[in-house]
């Protein structure tokens, strides 16, 4: 590779996972790999791939992240338990001082914001869920309800005690998983000091996950009274972001929700 080699002293063996996008894409490589390398400071029993490389390919035209090869052929009660309690314990080592992160990164391919602020409510109102009603206001679409939403969010939010933890942020089944030998791993995440319900409410939103996931996590941290609106709420995010990159039923499902939460009141 060019810019972005292998950090010294970890040079690749054996087998590797290689993600190829192009040039242009290089900084959603780079942040997953600087999103992999903070999970790992707090991951407890937990895998994470490690990163031995990002950056351009020779050539310029694309842009690769390499990353160690994980053998996620295990399965089972077992295996889903050590996830969801090993999550939990994640989330309870990855405490902060306040909500965001340094700098604006990315969810998939979608934008989510950076910064700073101790106000939860505010922060997910005005650096999660306006971006991506201002995105899709861009594309003609456009929710005669996401004022009031957005206006009554602090409400809502504020109201459980939440914490700044390290969430892995982009949390569906297909970025998790249980290892040969019975240990569960994390990968692809879009991480941020957020609520740590963010985790678990995205686990629930595309299914992949068994009840032992949950059970486990909620053995070792409970989650607070409310958490199922607050759920709803937290996956409105990543909604409007898959109807912002790829429309479809994703437009109709927010329409839905948004309408959904509003009627609580």
């Known amino acids: 590779?060019?810019?972005?080699?292998?950090?010294?002293?970890?040079?690749?063996?054996?087998?590797?996972?290689?993600?190829?996008?192009?040039?242009t894409q290089l900084p959603r490589l780079e942040a997953e790999a600087e999103g992999l390398a903070a999970l790992a400071l707090v991951a407890g029993e937990l895998v994470l791939p490690r990163v031995h490389g990002c950056g351009l390919v020779a050539g310029g035209t694309q842009a690769e992240l390499l990353l160690e090869w994980l053998d996620l052929s295990g399965g089972g009660s077992a295996g889903w338990a050590a996830l969801g309690g090993g999550l939990a314990q994640m989330h309870r080592r990855g405490s902060g001082e306040a909500f965001g992160w340094r700098g604006d990164r990315f969810i998939g391919a979608g934008p989510q914001l950076g910064g700073w602020s101790e106000n939860w409510g505010q922060f997910f109102a005005e650096r999660r869920l306006a971006p991506q009603f201002a995105l899709?206001?861009?594309?003609?679409?456009?929710?005669?309800?996401?004022?009031?939403l957005l206006q009554r969010l602090p409400t809502w939010l504020n109201g459980h005690g939440a914490e700044p933890v390290l969430v892995h942020g982009d949390l569906w089944a297909g970025n998790a998983g249980v290892l040969a030998d019975g240990r569960g791993s994390l990968f692809d995440p879009a991480v941020?000091?957020?609520?740590?319900?963010?985790?678990?409410?995205?686990?629930?939103?595309?299914?992949?996950?068994?009840?032992?996931?949950?059970?486990?996590?909620?053995?070792?941290?409970?989650?607070?009274?409310?958490?199922?609106?607050?759920?709803?709420?937290y996956n409105l995010f990543h909604l409007l972001n898959h109807?912002?990159?790829?429309?479809?039923?994703?437009?109709?499902?927010?329409?839905?929700?948004?309408?959904?939460?509003?009627?609580?009141?």
């Open 192 to 233: 941020s000091f957020s609520d740590r319900e963010v985790d678990l409410a995205m686990a629930q939103l595309f299914g992949g996950f068994p009840p032992t996931f949950f059970d486990a996590y909620n053995s070792e941290w409970p989650l607070s009274v409310g958490h199922r609106q607050r759920r709803d709420i």
């Open 1 to 23: 590779m060019g810019q972005g080699q292998a950090p010294e002293g970890q040079a690749p063996q054996g087998r590797l996972f290689r993600k190829l996008l192009p040039a």
């Open 136 to 148: 899709a206001a861009q594309r003609g679409l456009h929710w005669s309800g996401s004022g009031a």
């Open 243 to 265: 109807a912002n990159l790829f429309a479809g039923g994703y437009r109709q499902q927010c329409t839905a929700l948004i309408e959904a939460l509003l009627a609580l009141d």
